[in-house]
């Protein structure tokens, strides 16, 4: 049974920080192509970050550029995403989202709030 379980969502601040991780079983985690997305309230589901299966070339939206890290650990079947410098625009529900062998595979979501 595939599974990708977010977690580290919440309330914080303007300026704040978070870090999200979502927990991969039931597929090969190491040769896949993680990403995060997030869907903010009204909108569409948008790309935030993405990580090859090496994890040596990640790639960031531009809104996200410099202030959000992508990062894995395969021993741990886990994908990272650090937030920092939060605002209120990235006030959203933040999706784990995985590539292995063609199919893909998507977490139930973890909400983001940035609120003062």
């Known amino acids: 049974q595939v599974q990708l379980v977010e977690s580290g969502g919440g309330l914080v601040q303007p300026g704040g920080s978070l870090r999200l991780s979502c927990v991969a079983s039931?597929?090969?985690?190491?040769?896949?192509?993680l990403s995060w997305y997030r869907q903010p309230p009204g909108k569409e589901r948008e790309l935030v970050a993405r990580?090859?299966?090496?994890?040596?070339?990640?790639n960031y939206a531009d809104s996200v550029k410099g202030r959000f890290t992508i990062s894995r650990d395969n021993a741990k079947n886990t994908v990272y995403l650090q937030m920092s410098s939060l605002q209120p625009e990235d006030t959203a529900v933040y999706y784990c989202?995985?590539?292995?062998?063609?199919?893909?595979?998507w977490g139930q979501g973890t909400q983001v709030t940035v609120s003062s």
């Open positions: 989202h995985a590539i292995g062998r063609g199919i893909v595979y």
């Open positions: 990580i090859t299966r090496t994890g040596s070339i990640p």
């Open positions: 039931g597929f090969t985690f190491s040769t896949s192509i």
